[in-house]
């Protein structure tokens, strides 16, 4: 196949859409397709990856994030590299150009969805704008072949907003990348030793320390004894989180990547994920397959990834939130028990396999008629 991936997010930008496109486009390569990317134009975006072109189109900044301008560019890119199917990823303005531009030349189009509106929301109380966002998102959306939503949570999201011709596409986790066998690297003792100074429990939370990410939560585990804090990530919060964490131990890492995230979450033993808006949770999976066991909310994509009782818990506020944590720290056996189960869980989520998946979506796409606007009912699509 030739697949052109337009993405509102790119490299050097590190983000789950990011992630999620480099995987995909390291698949591609992998089997042989051939495929070019257009995204946002920022300083030190790469000419190209995993072999395949990269092209930008002007961008605006939007708190820290560019954001892609419709530009005539993205119609003479797709008409120049003619592609089979477009993979619009988290789309919006340039994923909606994208994507009007595939129906013109009559070219598939598989659109990622990628953010929650709906929590953003309620966060916000911002109901008559989200009501705005929901039909504008409804409008590009409709434009593409087939939707594909990250888990059921979002998936049902969609189809009361009305959107048509929906499929459930996951995310994949390196499998050799996040393993239980790091916590014996020299790398992941050096950081147990540096945060677990006096053989305290490890309880961490990895990701971007956004408003949406809700990481002050952490506060609620004040006065626990036997346990030490780490955070692994920044962005525009951590200001108020080390406010709200001030009198708590915590030891802020920063961002991290390559074989220092991973031995970071062989690091640590339980592992939080703290906010309510996740459309899928990445970084549940790569915990899960550390081996640790997991505590996340019970809303969103951690639904899907989290068997309460087996591999983690799921919790509906603080003050669960802070049982649960009292329940793993004082338990080392229950710890080792839900770590192997959550590392079994995501056994058959390799990015070969998952990709797999999201390629057969490609191909019923190309086989379906370009989209209509008529129904106005949403329908599941299998690949």
Not at 83 to 88: G, R
Not at 128 to 157: C, F, M, N, Q
Request: glycine share 10%.
């Amino acid at each position: 196949m030739r697949v052109a991936v337009v993405s509102e997010s790119f490299l050097p930008t590190v983000n789950g859409v990011t992630t999620s496109v480099c995987r995909v486009l390291e698949q591609l390569a992998a089997q042989g397709h051939e495929a070019m990317v257009i995204s946002p134009a920022v300083s030190k975006v790469p000419t190209e990856y995993a072999g395949f072109p990269v092209h930008t189109v002007p961008a605006m900044a939007y708190r820290q994030f560019p954001v892609g301008l419709p530009s005539p560019q993205v119609s003479r890119l797709l008409a120049d590299f003619r592609p089979d199917v477009l993979h619009a990823a988290s789309p919006f303005l340039l994923g909606a150009q994208a994507i009007a531009a595939a129906n013109r030349l009559g070219v598939a189009s598989v659109a990622i969805y990628q953010t929650d509106v709906a929590g953003y929301a309620r966060r916000n109380r911002f109901a008559l704008a989200a009501a705005g966002v929901w039909r504008l998102l409804k409008w590009v959306h409709d434009g593409a072949t087939i939707t594909l939503a990250p888990s059921t949570s979002s998936l049902a999201d969609l189809e009361a907003a009305g959107i048509e011709r929906l499929g459930r596409w996951g995310r994949g986790v390196d499998l050799e990348r996040y393993h239980p066998r790091n916590r014996i690297s020299t790398l992941s003792r050096r950081y147990r030793d540096f945060l677990s100074p006096n053989g305290e429990v490890i309880v961490g939370y990895i990701g971007r320390v956004a408003p949406e990410k809700q990481v002050e939560r952490l506060r609620t585990l004040r006065g626990i004894p036997g346990i030490r804090l780490a955070i692994v990530g920044d962005g525009p919060a951590l200001p108020s989180v080390q406010k709200a964490l001030r009198p708590l131990p915590v030891t802020y890492l920063g961002r991290l990547s390559g074989e220092e995230l991973a031995a970071a979450y062989a690091a640590l033993d339980v592992f939080v994920h703290t906010g309510e808006e996740e459309t899928f949770g990445q970084t549940v999976q790569e915990a899960h397959a550390s081996g640790l066991p997991v505590i996340a909310p019970a809303a969103g994509g951690p639904l899907d990834l989290v068997e309460y009782g087996v591999d983690g818990y799921l919790f509906r506020d603080d003050y669960e939130l802070r049982n649960q944590v009292r329940a793993l720290v004082g338990d080392g056996a229950l710890r080792l028990r839900m770590g192997e189960a959550g590392r079994r869980a995501v056994l058959g989520r390799s990015w070969e396999a998952i990709c797999g998946e999201l390629f057969a979506y490609y191909e019923t796409a190309i086989a379906q008629d370009r989209p209509t606007r008529s129904s106005g009912r949403s329908t599941r699509i299998s690949a």
